[in-house]
């Protein structure tokens, strides 16, 4: 569904600021796969599904997805294939306009925007449904604007909009780390029913290793702009913490102390 | 200083209100929707003046002149939008880089820097003779009113398409827009374009109304427009929340705006003070939501 073949990237090149923040890097997902991915802070997961969403070009490799090679497509023209959720609950929807009108340009994506009009009768029917299912009393709430939402409400709204139109690949980049560890749990569950429902194949990064663990079928490890660790299977079924960090000193083959902060637990 | 004398500007305050609220609904769709400081206006509202003048000097009848004032506006609007999304300008100096490029293009359109055209010749369609004691139909404050709530009803059913409201997002959070799937550099030189043929529209009609084009026409009109956007915000910003009403308080604020200059020169205040006082009203204006933030809702309240 996925596949990502030798991306590099490296950003003020040839300045004091340069970066190599992907360094090769090659990535299979099959159909359905929920991913999550953990490295520390710079490792370059944000960059890779950047990449990935097209918010700039890499410097090489191929991104193909569901047999289509975006590598050179501008953002918003791929994001026909793609549900992105952010970090920042504002960057995902538009504050000053409705909750419906989000959904309604969500409804939308990857298909051309007419002058027919922007929101149908029959589809607030259907937003109050989905709304009514994620539980959060929004239901009710179709003509607020957005802005008045709480950072988790956002949140989930985003993620609902991200599966209004299904995605080829869902992208999550720590979409709950702003968030209060209650509304962050939330959050989690819904994206797991949204993903289990749809079967979605989902990228989903997280600085949680426990997290990372009890969700999704495959987990990898970051570390250098690279795939430093990939589980899946069984493996990943019976994976624990300590497990985990065991296997990713293995694979550094560095030493305990210095790379405590590179994960949190 | 007699009452009168006041009273009696007023149907030309409004009138003179009427056709820069026009302007003004441009600006708001740049400056309010898609967060864009536009200063081509000040060039584009004399190229819709100087094409329709020229226009009709011509001999073309009204609905072409104003057609053509439209479009020759949104040709402006097209060019700041590609010097700002294709040529990776900032929008406020691509704006000032085509309002310079239309000073040159307007002397040419007229081929003098002043281009009268007498009501007594020509059929106008606005005159500022035309404001008192004469029927409805040929009354320029009614025929500016019809305009303006005919382009607000135009302009309540653009925003409400499926188009329209990517354009309003786009203004509003271009990260969410480009993960969307919207082309927010489409949506911004869609709305300058529009935004300026709505100006020179304004400018067609104005050019009529005083009796001539100059190519000092749009002279700060920037600052008319967003005066008339701040002032409609915050007069009406509270019970207007629907989208055609905010146009409508734009128009409004426009009105008022016209309203208190025949005040200020019915004071006998220096006119040559008019621009500076504009200048003022609107940074305060522009200012309050700022000291708001600032100084008021960061207050800590509660305990002793
Ligand atoms: N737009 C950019 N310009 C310059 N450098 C960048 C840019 N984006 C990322 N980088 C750099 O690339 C490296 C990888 O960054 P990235 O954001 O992918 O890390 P990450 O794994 O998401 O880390 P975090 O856990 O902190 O979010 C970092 O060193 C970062 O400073
Ligand atoms: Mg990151």
Redesign the interface.
Known sequence: MLEIKDIHKTFNKGTVNQKIALNGLSLHLKAGDFVTVIGGNGAGKSTMLNAIAGVWKPDSGRIIIDGDDVTNMPEHKRAKYLGRVFQDPMRGTAADMEIAENLALAARRGKMRTLKWGIKKAERELYREKLLALDLGLENRLSSKVGLLSGGQRQALTLLMASLEMPKVLLLDEHTAALDPKTAAKVLELTDRIVNENKLTTLMITHNMHDAIAHGNRLIMLSDGQVMLDIAGEEKKNLTVETLLSKFYQASGEDFADDSVLLSK | MSITSLLNGMPGAVAQGLIWGIMAIGVYITFKILDIADLTVDGSLCTGGAVCVMMLMAGYGMVPALICAFIAGMLTGLATGLLHTAMGISAILAGILTQLGLYSINLKIMGKANQPINANNYDLLVSLRNIKGVPLFENTIFITFIFTVVLIAFLYW?F???????L??SG??A??????????SFNKVLGLVLSNGLVALSGALLAQYQGFADVQMGRGAIVIGLAAVVIGEALFGKIFKNFALRLLSVALGSIIYYIVLQVVIWMKLDPQLLKLLSAIIVAIFLAIPYWKSKYFAGKVKGGK
């Open positions: 653009f409400g398409t499926e188009l329209g409201s990517s309003r997002a509003c959070n990260d969410m827009c480009r993960a969307q799937g919207i082309n927010v």
